[in-house]
């Protein structure tokens, strides 16, 4: 089935800029049939919605908390979706995740149970 693993995360001063890349493998149905969303958790709470992309380019979802700062990108013939972090805030600090549903059975983007595939994240820490 899809496997998911997440790179890029670090340490990174408040205002800096970080680059997240989540590597899919495994697809069982075309490239750009998919959904690939990025979720970040901090401890003792749920997973929060960042960012969502269509492989096939047709739609993606932006969090309020996050736009204007963060930019989600696919690319389906490296089966790669990166998210762009600029201007990060302290509040970002989180353990960031990337899941992945196929596309023709996704109901609200920004929903984590609607996700059968998850990578095992990976640690953003902004320092003011």
């Known amino acids: 089935q899809v496997q998911l693993v997440e790179s890029g995360g670090g340490s990174v001063q408040a205002g800096g800029s970080l680059r997240l890349t989540c590597q899919a493998s495994g697809y069982t149905y075309p490239a750009n049939s998919y959904c690939i969303a990025w979720f970040r958790q901090t401890p003792g709470k749920r997973h929060e919605g960042v960012a969502a992309?269509?492989?096939?380019?047709?739609?993606?979802y932006v969090a309020d908390s996050v736009k204007g700062r963060f930019t989600i990108a696919q690319d389906n013939r490296k089966h790669t979706a990166s998210l762009q972090m600029n201007a990060v805030k302290p509040e970002d600090t989180a353990r960031y995740y990337c899941a992945a549903v196929e596309a023709r059975f996704l109901e609200t983007m920004s929903n984590p149970d609607e996700y059968p595939y998850w990578g095992q994240g990976t640690q953003v820490t902004v320092s003011s």
């Open positions: 992309i269509y492989t096939d380019g047709t739609q993606q």
